[in-house]
């Protein structure tokens, strides 16, 4: 079942609707500066409070609904709960947004777009500026959307909930994020090796596992070096290299476009991984 409402969340994150604004994107503003947190100073403390608790709270929730109308309400809950994850910006249309500006050669409204979105802080007039913004889409993607379709599928919703909550706080600079910060780079090992296969799978199988060239599955020393290898992987899927310059907006748009077709091949082939999941464990 969390395959159906995993599909639901991501045609509904795909439309333009009106969210209430406490499901939209807030990385856990408000969680995160609850007085509960104040009662532990130390990293492992602040960590088990800020990410562990809400997951078992979690569970526990989603665990009573599932025994209350045929699971119906656990459903449900369970919808909100990734939508509230997830946040309620797809990913998909913020990409459709950078290339419809490209399109219209708004220079200025994509690098604004593509700093709101996925943070990269480049100027459009910077060599190499769409390789850059490939390479920081290809990261928020494998750092969000395709790691919590693989913590939801695998191990469920309150995997989904420790992992993004601990993704969250790695990215902050308050109490626990040192131990989020290694959590997160063991918690987003796994997923994105597959994720390695995966777009090897959806381009040039060949290109793509000589480019990482024996990585795959290497413990990185750092998670700057887990980004470069997934980098790496991602351009070479495209065919192209930071040695690439794009005369002018349309060259980087097409680029742009190819990347899209390529992440929706790659979640295609994500959703078939996880249903056959779903059918072997039953």
Known sequence: MRLIVLLVVL????LDLSWPEWMKNHRGERLFMSPLVSFS??????????????SVAVFGVLYILSQLLWGLPALLAGGVLVIWLLGTGSEFRSLD?????????????LESAAREHFGHTASI?????????????GQREAGYLF????????????????YILNRWLAER??????????CDDAFTWLPSRLLIITLALAADFRRVMTAVDGRI?????????????LSDALTAALDITDEDEQANIQEGVEILEELQS????????????????VLLIG
């Open 262 to 277: 390529l992440l929706l091949r790659v979640l295609s082939i994500w959703l078939m991984f996880s249903a056959a999941w």
């Open 147 to 162: 790691a919590a379709i693989f913590y939801l599928v695998t191990l469920g919703y309150a995997a989904l909930t420790i």
């Open 11 to 14: 045609v509904l994150r795909r």
């Open 173 to 182: 600079r308050d109490s626990g994020s040192s131990w989020a910060r290694t």
């Open 97 to 109: 947004e950078l290339v419809v500006r490209g399109r219209l050669n708004d220079a200025e409204e």
């Open 125 to 137: 007039t910077d060599e190499g500026y769409f390789v850059g913004l490939c390479r920081a889409i």
């Open 41 to 54: 100073s130390a990293e492992s403390g602040a960590w088990l409070l800020r990410v562990m608790l809400p």
């Open 217 to 229: 599955w290497q413990q990185p020393d750092s998670s700057q070096d887990g980004d470069e290898v």
